[in-house]
């Protein structure tokens, strides 16, 4: 079973950390790249899902779903098209070839 192209109606912005170093303070700072925009899909989680996760102390309020990418990392983040900042908990490939879509479920930062 493929990713149905309909759900992907939300245009979100991928993030990369830049990190650098003030030559006068030694203090790092980092500043966020814009690494692209992809179609996805930004679905709440469902009741069960909320209590499961909220039975295991995580903070993960929404899944996010795009098309395989293989430069995904644990630092990035994800903006939303209102602006809502999303943190990835992790990047789960597709059941059947690894290879189609990601589902990616993030805390929401306030």
Same mark, same amino acid.
């Given at each position: 079973?493929?990713?149905?192209?309909? *759900?992907?109606?939300? *245009?979100?912005?991928?993030?990369? $950390?830049?990190?650098?170093?003030?030559? #006068?303070?030694?203090?790092?700072?980092?500043?966020?790249?814009? @690494?692209?925009?992809?179609?996805?899909?930004? #679905? $709440? @989680?469902?009741?069960?899902?909320?209590?499961?996760?909220?039975?295991?102390?995580?903070?993960?309020?929404?899944?996010?779903?795009? *098309?395989?990418?293989?430069?995904?990392?644990?630092?990035? *983040?994800?903006?939303?098209?209102?602006?809502? @900042?999303?943190?990835?908990?992790?990047?789960?490939?597709?059941?059947?070839?690894?290879? #189609?879509?990601?589902?990616?479920?993030?805390?929401? #930062?306030?």
């Amino acid at each position: 079973m493929g990713l149905n192209a309909g *759900r992907l109606r939300h *245009r979100v912005t991928i993030q990369a $950390p830049t990190r650098t170093q003030d030559p #006068e303070t030694g203090a790092m700072t980092t500043t966020w790249t814009a @690494l692209a925009t992809v179609a996805a899909a930004i #679905e $709440p @989680l469902s009741v069960k899902d909320y209590i499961a996760a909220q039975t295991l102390k995580s903070k993960v309020a929404v899944r996010i779903v795009i *098309r395989y990418r293989a430069d995904l990392k644990h630092d990035m *983040r994800l903006i939303g098209p209102d602006g809502t @900042l999303y943190i990835p908990q992790g990047f789960l490939p597709d059941p059947n070839s690894g290879k #189609e879509w990601l589902t990616i479920p993030c805390s929401v #930062e306030a």
